[in-house]
């Protein structure tokens, strides 16, 4: 029977907050009446987490555990809990206890009532140096002109979707920091915001530093350009391959012509090879070949079958139906 809710939450060294997490959550939904299920993926711990999965699993049946064989990243945590989420409403929170349990009624309300796509908790207040502050404000607020989404925090972990999101969406890699834009592009506009409350972390040490603001940067040229491009990559190679073919060849008309111009008039003149711009004709020409046939290929490519993802699950654990 379909759930009101999902609760998805990539799992990595946390094995100090999750009896405390789970506790906290249960006691939420169960104020709330709300139907749960809650998807522990531990994204390759190397400490007690998973040990701590199956302990909780086994004694509550709304408690699934995935684990992964390695570390693969958060996205593909995200991207097993999308595919084995059955409620209607799909929450997301951080394993680390920053993410209060309590925004969760809220959320589910504001899509239900909202009927929003797609929730994303703003940490306007946050308890993190400003090491991490402010390279993510202008992290933020590059990603807020580049995608035209007016968020705060894109980064937040405490987000709520609507099922037919998730379940339409493809995240990989290091994307997770871009499911709005994601949901954006795949047809999914009505993605608002609402001001959480980020905790002061309790347990453990963070998982990020400051790389994640470098290959950010990355991340939103290759998700922008994905997303646009996708289906239709000639639009994109066809266009600037045609713009660099077209450029050389009035290039090479230009340089032939000019010397048969001084040759029938007998004027002075060099060889066409050694003037540059026959170089640089030749080289737009190439270049402009390559782009189209490029184009060409990517088409052919997404006719293709495209997996989902290369991470592979190495156990699930699923708690037992009480009698």
């Known amino acids: 029977m379909p759930k009101d809710i999902s609760i998805v939450i990539p799992v990595y060294n946390e094995e100090e907050s999750i ?16 139907s749960t299920e809650v998807l522990l993926i531990d994204d390759g711990s190397r400490d007690g ?6 302990r909780h699993a086994s004694v509550d ?20 809990g999308f595919d084995n989420a059955s409620g209607k409403v799909v929450i997301t929170m951080d394993a680390d206890m920053q993410d209060s349990p309590d925004e969760i009624p809220g959320l589910v309300k504001m899509i239900q009532d909202g009927n929003f796509d797609i929730v994303s908790g703003w ?18 607020w590059v990603t807020r002109q580049v995608s035209g989404i007016k968020l705060h925090d ?19 890699g290091e994307m997770h920091r871009y499911i709005p834009l994601i949901a954006k592009w795949n047809g999914y506009n009505k993605i608002v915001e609402k001001v959480v409350e980020h905790r002061a972390r309790k347990y453990g040490t963070t998982k990020y530093g400051m790389k994640r603001f470098v290959t950010g940067f990355l991340d939103l040229l290759s998700v922008t350009f994905v997303s646009r491009f996708r289906k239709n990559p000639m639009h994109f190679f066809g266009v600037f391959g045609s713009l660099s073919f077209i450029g ?9 012509g000019e010397k048969l111009y001084r040759q029938y008039y007998q004027l002075a003149r060099r060889d066409v090879v050694d003037q540059p711009l026959f170089f640089l004709a030749l080289v737009a020409l190439i270049v402009g070949m390559q782009l189209f046939l490029a184009g060409f290929i990517a088409e052919m490519m997404i006719q293709l079958n495209q997996r989902k993802g290369d991470y592979l699950i190495s156990e699930k654990t699923e708690g037992k139906v009480k009698p």
């Open 19 to 34: 009896p405390e997490l789970l506790e906290w959550i249960f006691r939420v939904v169960d104020t709330n009446n709300l």
């Open 123 to 140: 940490k306007k207040k946050r308890h993190d140096p400003i090491s991490k502050t402010v390279p993510s404000k202008f992290f933020n």
């Open 49 to 54: 987490s998973w040990e701590s999965i199956q």
């Open 154 to 172: 894109f980064n937040c972990g405490l987000k709520a979707y609507r099922s037919d999101v998730v379940k339409n969406i493809l995240v990989y």
């Open 248 to 256: 050389g060849f009035i290039i090479t008309g230009w340089v032939i």
């Open 61 to 80: 049946d709304r408690i699934i555990g995935f684990r992964f064989n390695r570390n693969y990243g958060k996205s593909a945590a995200l991207q097993t």
